[in-house]
């Protein structure tokens, strides 16, 4: 995205959140208990976004991560409650939603041929406890618009807890390896090379890889800039040679034109395509060298970043620097998924 639209969206959700703050306040209230009265969920999300931009804790600066992953919390309960009142929830409605959602979609029985699909295979599977934290998040903060809207004083989910995930964040997070990595590099074209090595070498997430603009780079320094990671931070990246590589590698094919019918997106990114669709390249790219991407996705492309530094370094420190990791604690699973190695070394006792 460009930074004068990126600039401009901020300035429409500011103008729509004044919108709903200029209102009076019986006026506020009707519209609020009218939206949820209508189960009207687009208005009800206007709702949220308007209270998360007026008073959530980070202002103006509310990621559009954020704002995306809360919008579809807010419409899933909606959806969800369809035999609620949305004013006066009965009594457990916030904790059974939670726990449904942890048990995950019922099983669906086997469809006959040519039957459509009830269920999408995104949709199969229980949710991530991170992703369960957000529902819950997005939840409670539609609440908080509608309290502070006056239509209601309800707080169904402010007691409402996640169940705690009994497996250890390091056993979830596969990492790819080195040879799994040289594989995948060989069966990549340049764009889908790039995405590889901006996660296993730079350790970006994927929304910081498809944000990434080629302004953003200084490959003479060796350096990219996140203008926007987690939690809306920005911070300089260090570049490996062969990111360097990779990356001046596709600036000649942008220039040279070979990457029209590719890019899908403004030539100022670095990418042709936005998020999901550099996922399910980066998913094609896995498929054709053999490598599984089920148990690590492309955030393990990160982890393998995390697991490669600290194996090389031993300095947690330093691992959490280069992912910009808040809290070193969080670093903490790069050393564990390092001493799974142990049984390599006890293997010839």
Sequence with gaps: MRPEIEVARSTDTLARAESWAA??????????????????????WALTEAYLFLHGSRGAKVSRHTLRTYRRGVLDLVEAWAGENLLRPSRDAGVVYMRRLEAGPPQVAPQPPGAQ?????????????????????????????????????????????????????WEKRRPYTDDEVEALLEFADPSEKVVVLLGAHAGLRISEMTDLRWTDLDLERGQLRVRS???????????????????????????????????????????????????????????????????????????????????????????????????????????KISAQSIGEDIEDW
């Design 23 to 44: 209102l009076p306040p019986e006026e506020l209230k009707r519209r609020a208990a009218s939206a949820a009265a209508n189960r009207d969920a687009e208005q009800l």
């Design 117 to 169: 699909r009830v269920l999408d295979d995104a949709k199969a599977e229980p949710l991530s406890p991170a992703s369960l934290q957000v529902k819950l998040a997005a939840a409670r903060t539609l609440y908080k618009a509608l309290r502070w809207s006056g239509a209601t004083e309800a707080r169904p989910f402010d007691d409402v807890r996640v169940a705690k995930d009994p497996t250890p964040a």
């Design 229 to 335: 990671g987690k939690g809306g931070k920005a911070a300089t990246v260090s570049l490996t040679k062969r990111l360097r590589d990779a990356l001046s590698d596709l600036r000649l094919v942008d220039m040279s034109g070979q990457n029209g019918k590719n890019r899908q997106r403004d030539s100022g990114l670095v990418l042709p395509w936005a998020a999901d669709h550099a996922r399910r390249r980066f998913k094609r790219v896995c498929a054709l060298a053999g490598v599984e991407y089920a148990s690590a996705g492309v955030h393990g492309l990160r982890h393998g970043a995390g697991t490669r530094y600290y194996r090389q370094t031993g300095d947690l420190g330093r691992v959490a620097a280069h992912l910009r990791h808040a809290d070193i604690q969080t670093t903490r699973i790069y050393a």
